[in-house]
């Protein structure tokens, strides 16, 4: 059985944002594999911890030191000074997750969660599309 639906999220702000709830209750009741995958490239996924919203203002910290806006050598830089840091910022941490799911139920560690990765100041609406394989 293959599934394949998209869905539309809501603008969030700079930073990053546990999607959990968004993904789950899109799933269907089967066992098998999800890959959920982000349409931009401006923003990406990741799965860590879920738990401590600090670890998501120490990922926005620390992303935002490796890859500076200060930085004078981009020259992709048309939607403002955001535009290539967001890429760079995108391709390090990619564009899709996968997991296993039983019956529908994600099968993280008890400590994991699908975060939103939005790089931009001033983002608007992502699409994602969510695929499972599955029995």
Known sequence: MVFQKKIQ??????GFHLINNVVVKELPKVTGVVQVFI???SASLTINENADPTVRS???????????????????????????????????LGSSVSFPIDKGIPQWG??????????RNSATSRSLVITVIGE
């Open 9 to 14: 999220l809501v603008a969030y702000s700079r």
């Open 39 to 41: 349409q931009h490239t």
């Open 58 to 92: 120490d990922f926005e910290m620390f992303f935002n030191q490796l890859v500076s806006e200060d930085n004078p050598n981009f020259l992709h830089t048309e939607e403002g000074p955001d535009d290539m840091t967001s890429h760079i910022k995108s391709s390090l």
């Open 110 to 119: 008890i400590w994991q969660g699908i975060y939103l990765c939005e790089h």
